[in-house]
């Protein structure tokens, strides 16, 4: 029997809302016997160098309410949520880290994309340094010093640059965004949306 | 005994998603007992002023994604939704008419508003000019001639442009903008979340 084709998730770890998806998208996707395939993405180039627009949270008006938004829909959703503690987070070491994790171990890189999300996000711990990333990794029983070795190589340098440039190619701006069955669904508000599509496959109310 | 507040809507009738939200929102409050005050807001003035971004159907990706987002939240409210027929369609005039309307008749603004939404995105025809507006006025047996005058009042035009700084101080960044018991919701695609917080007035998941 054919398998039902993946939810694409795209995630970056410095986005609150990436988080929150981060901590529901497995679960969702399993009630609907569906398989998720996490990809990174670069809100760097996104938001500011593809829409040409400023980060959410120097936005005036938008980076106030998703600083309270978040923490209503963390209450919701039943899961932690802190407020950021570090300036200047970079996403860049954590990405290329589960990327290298991911070539090896498709289900280790999920958890360990939701861990670099969590420590961020549910922890109030930096993720930007080699060593914020390495320490998450152990905390995970991961390899150390063979993803040290791996996340600074040429090769994973290339892959995370290409697998932004596909992510935009597919259409991805925001994050979280979802992509199944060709089906591109923006932020975590949409969840009740995608969980439709799931159940029906049909945009008709109640087919 | 005290009434319950009312839900401040915010919309705008050049955005698809307000008149998605203008199909919708009297029907949910009423479902718990609350009245909707209808609010003029100017995404000109939002999103390219205050926020100092680009208006959405400009935006590179995010443009893309909101003119098929559309269709399929139409087809799943059940409403009907055109393609834009016309390009620059100014509110202006027609957020002139509706405060004058308000002044003397909150429901029947009300339905001039969404009368003025639905010209647009359901028979896709213009709201930019006076005569557009009058002939929508005409449509619902308003009197056509009493608002010509009041339309262009400078006290009208004086109001619009409090009501949207109102509307800015309030936090109002995009459309449709809910704003109840003082929580602030933004997009159509919170109706769900609007929905608990009317239920529940908590955000714990099932208080």
Not at 47 to 65: E, F, I, N, R, S
């Amino acid at each position: 029997m054919e398998q039902p084709s993946p939810i694409d998730f795209y995630f970056d770890p410095i986005s609150p809302y990436g988080y929150l998806a981060s901590t529901q998208i497995e679960s969702l996707a399993a009630r609907y016997g569906r398989r998720v395939e996490w990809r990174p993405v670069l809100l760097s180039v996104t938001v500011l160098q593809v829409m040409g627009l400023k980060p959410v949270p120097a936005t005036p008006l938008k980076g106030d309410y998703s600083r309270r938004d978040k923490n209503r829909l963390a209450r919701l959703l039943g899961v932690p949520m802190c407020e950021p503690r570090h300036p200047d987070v970079s996403p860049i070491r954590a990405l290329r880290a589960f990327l290298w994790l991911k070539q090896r171990d498709a289900a280790q890189a999920a958890a360990f994309a939701r861990s670099l999300c969590a420590r961020l996000w549910a922890r109030g711990e930096n993720i930007s340094a080699t060593e914020d990333v390495l320490d998450e990794a152990a905390r995970l029983g991961l390899d150390v010093e063979a993803m040290r070795a791996g996340m600074e190589s040429p090769e994973i340098k290339t892959l995370l640059r290409e697998e932004v440039d596909r992510a935009v190619a597919a259409g991805v701006f925001g994050v979280p965004f979802f992509i199944v069955d060709g089906e591109p669904f923006w932020g975590v508000d949409r969840l009740w949306m995608l969980e439709h599509w799931l159940k029906y496959q049909s945009w008709d109310p109640k087919p």
